[in-house]
């Protein structure tokens, strides 16, 4: 069983920052890429950055520049360190891994249940 624990959502003022924290628990063997998506009331869950286990990291263009991913030394945690935040920001934020478990011995997605981000003008 592995679990996405996401943290660190809440409300914000325009121009202002938060700080969000996954960590992925259970039996685990590998987790290879890991980032955040969102999805804004009516849309589709969009991708807004991912980062590899060797640090690769790669930005949806709305955010390049105010946002930054990170893992952490365990590796087992991934972060987005949102600045600069906007009102259009305001979405549910998941946490998304790609874990090979010790059951599965596959490669394969999994999803957090997601933390509201709402950013006031």
């Known amino acids: 069983q592995v679990q996405l624990v996401e943290s660190g959502g809440g409300l914000a003022q325009a121009g202002g920052s938060l700080r969000l924290s996954c960590a992925a628990s259970g039996s685990i063997f590998s987790i290879n890429v890991m980032g955040w998506y969102r999805q804004a009331p009516g849309k589709t869950r969009d991708l807004v950055a991912t980062?590899?286990?060797?640090?690769?990291?790669n930005y949806a263009d709305s955010v390049k520049g105010r946002f930054t991913i990170s893992r952490g030394n365990a590796k087992n945690t991934v972060y987005l360190q949102m600045n600069s935040l906007k009102p259009e920001d305001t979405a549910v934020y998941y946490c998304?891994?790609?874990?090979?478990?010790?059951?599965?011995?596959?490669?394969?997605?999994?999803w957090g249940n997601g933390t509201l981000v709402a950013v006031s003008s």
């Open positions: 998304n891994a790609h874990i090979t478990s010790w059951s599965s011995y596959s490669d394969m997605p999994y």
């Open positions: 980062i590899t286990s060797g640090g690769s990291t």
